[in-house]
T-cell receptor
Framework: GAGVSQSPSNKVTEKGKDVELRCDPISGHTALYWYRQSLGQGLEFLIYFQGNSAPDKSGLPSDRFSAERTGGSVSTLTIQRTQQEDSAVYLC??????????FGEGSWLTVV | GEDVEQSLFLSVREGDSSVINCTYTDSSSTYLYWYKQEPGAGLQLLTYIFSNMDMKQDQRLTVLLNKKDKHLSLRIADTQTGDSAIYFCAESPNSSNTGKLIFGQGTTLQVKP
């Protein structure tokens, strides 16, 4: 597609449920990133995929968070047993070899 | 450590120039970026500058880079009400080896008519 596409755009879930957030990067982009934006925390790096290399998971806040990237394209961020502090905007981004990085519109997650 | 600092708020009158400032810590950063975020939207890449440049101009936007002081600024000429948004400065430290961005806290630009 023309830009980074994320779904769902909004998600309200109950505490303790699992959620999956999807990202379709720009076609041909080799690098894919997940960031989290929450009030008072700014933009926080979560995970980075580059081609077939092992992902950089150094930003994942706990083992409840995981991400996959299938076939070098679409990525899914999974949050298990959601907590209220997980409420945030989850932003996906992609780039060609890590220079200019383009973001999607984000998935707004609210845990009630 | 890696840190990017920005002032939190700037208010200007329509038609004036806006200057948003940023300081960063990693002198190895190859690229420095400015992103714009409008309410309820994602991050829009406005412009970026390569570290061996000291200025880049793109229509109403001028980016100035002072590598010695690790200072980056974004000047918006003839600021319009549509420029009201949060502006994020970001660096891409070479030390991260991944293209991972370190963001500032964002500067809220308010443009008064």
């Amino acid at each position: 597609g023309a830009g980074v596409s994320q779904s769902p755009s909004n998600k309200v879930t109950e505490k303790g449920k699992d959620v999956e957030l999807r990202c379709d990067p720009i076609s041909g982009h080799t690098a894919l990133y997940w960031y989290r934006q929450s009030l008072g925390q700014g933009l926080e790096f979560l995970i980075y995929f580059q081609g077939n290399s092992a992902p950089d998971k150094s930003g994942l806040p706990s083992d409840r968070f995981s991400a996959e990237r299938t076939g070098g394209s679409v990525s899914t961020l999974t949050i298990q047993r959601t907590q209220q502090e997980d409420s945030a905007v989850y932003l996906c981004a992609s780039s060609l070899w890590g220079n200019t990085i383009y973001f999607g519109e984000g998935s707004w997650l609210t845990v009630v | 450590g890696e840190d990017v600092e920005q002032s939190l708020f700037l208010s200007v009158r329509e038609g004036d120039s806006s200057v948003i400032n940023c300081t960063y810590t990693d002198s190895s950063s190859t690229y420095l970026y400015w992103y714009k975020q409008e309410p309820g939207a994602g991050l829009q890449l406005l412009t970026y500058i390569f570290s061996n440049m000291d200025m880049k101009q793109d229509q109403r936007l001028t980016v100035l880079l002072n590598k010695k002081d690790k200072h980056l600024s974004l000047r918006i000429a003839d600021t319009q009400t549509g420029d009201s948004a949060i502006y994020f400065c970001a660096e891409s430290p070479n030390s991260s080896n991944t293209g991972k961005l370190i963001f500032g806290q964002g500067t809220t630009l308010q443009v008064k008519p």
